[in-house]
């Protein structure tokens, strides 16, 4: 009888609570990296606090590019929310359960604006190919990533440019949050100038949004941004409701009822396939690829930067493992229906909160599964409210700036570049192209020539190519 009891005890250990601490402890090597349950779970839910919102901008974002007959742009926006959610799991699982990261993933800030305001608007490319070249590029990554081809060309990045690439992606999505809040408005005289914002109901509520959530982020609270975002919306509503502006200025004009349904997404990618121009179709793709592995790995050398990931030489020890996370991701959501999946910068907090594995990162998972019961009520947050998410990540990830050497001339310039041309440009690629192209020519005239790799010489000549399509005018002529 003791016996017996004794066994059944010790498969209720098993196979509960304990048992699964203890397995779980096992699989993502708990004690190897210093870490436990209790904190890998507390750094998941900072993570996922820290990048939720993306679950409400990333749609704010496409939906004025993606228009599907039928539908509202509310239900549309919907569509996009669950495709951002689901896209983000799928690549979060490979990050957990093969590469053993906290890295957090979803759709990418600046490669969705890459992706709706110049590809599909500027350009005039439909969405539906937009999302094939989407898909394509994905596709090119889990085969490059499987031959260990893009851990290569990573490798080869300059050390300013490594270092660079945050900030400058952090100034793009900083002048393109400011513009969309209404605080930055174009000028014939100079380009872009301050708004008259004291007359501006949109600019106001957004800019005290603003400062709401830098005060929350001094003050260290966890999910700063989706308070901000959430606090914003409801002041725009409560002036709405209120009689003190009229409804559609602060708050959307009307609410659309649930929309799970995302079958008009789902797929349409292979529908892009039939509608190409093949010119134009492959300057695309390649073009994705450059924003897209560029960016992609700039973000995640910085993360791993900021965790302490990084080997002596600013490389990530099996670089291989986290790239097939994002090139799962961009590829599953390419297929139902949104941009490319990269890892995320607010990784960083969670990491700061002492996750160190890939258990960190399926708690991320788990949590944007469950906010699929909340994505009726997105619709409900004002355009606005959710950029101004942009504005606090851009102003967030310069901190990368403090690692570059200022005083060295083969730092200064290419890093510079990297920063300055991003933003100028509104384009992520030319950036990085910018950087890579100026380091091997600043090395040699400072007679460092043998410091230059033979491939950052490639990787320049290929940048030299790359500036010749998107600025000789073959990109907008094809």
Known sequence: MS???????????????????????????????GTDLQTELIAGTTTFLTMSYIIVVNPAILSQAIQIEGYTTQAVFQMIAIATILSSVAGILVMALYANRPFGLAPGMGLNAYFAFTVVILLGVPWQTALAAVFVEGIIFVVMTAVGARRYIIELFPEPVKFAVGAGIGLFLLLLGLIEMNVIVSSDATLVQLNDVATDPIALVALAGLAFTFVLYAYDVTGAIIVGILTTSVVGWVLTLG??????????????????????????????????????FVLVVVTFFFV?????????????????????????????????????????GAMVGTSTVTTFVESSTGIEEGGRTGMTALTVGVLFLLSLLAVPLITAIPQYASYLALVVVGIIMLEGVTDIDW????????????ITIMPLTASIADGLAAGIISYPIIKASAGEIGDVRPGQWVLAGAFVLYYYVSAGGVLSGA
């Open 243 to 280: 009689g003190v502006v009229e409804r559609g200025v602060l708050a959307p004009e009307q609410l659309s009822s649930a929309q799970y349904d995302i079958t008009p997404l789902v797929g349409a990618f292979i529908e892009g396939f039939a509608r190409i121009e093949p010119a134009t």
């Open 292 to 332: 897209d592995f560029f960016d992609t790995a700039g973000t995640l050398i910085g993360v791993s930067q900021f965790g302490g990931f990084l080997d002596e030489d600013g490389d990530l020890p099996e670089m291989d493992k986290p790239l097939l996370a994002d090139a799962v991701g961009t590829t599953f």
């Open 407 to 418: 005083d060295d001339p083969a730092w200064l310039i290419p890093a510079g570049l990297t």
């Open 3 to 33: 016996d017996s009891t004794g066994t059944k005890s010790r498969l209720a250990g098993y196979f509960g609570f304990e048992g699964t601490r203890a397995w779980l402890a096992e699989y993502f090597e708990f004690e190897e990296h």
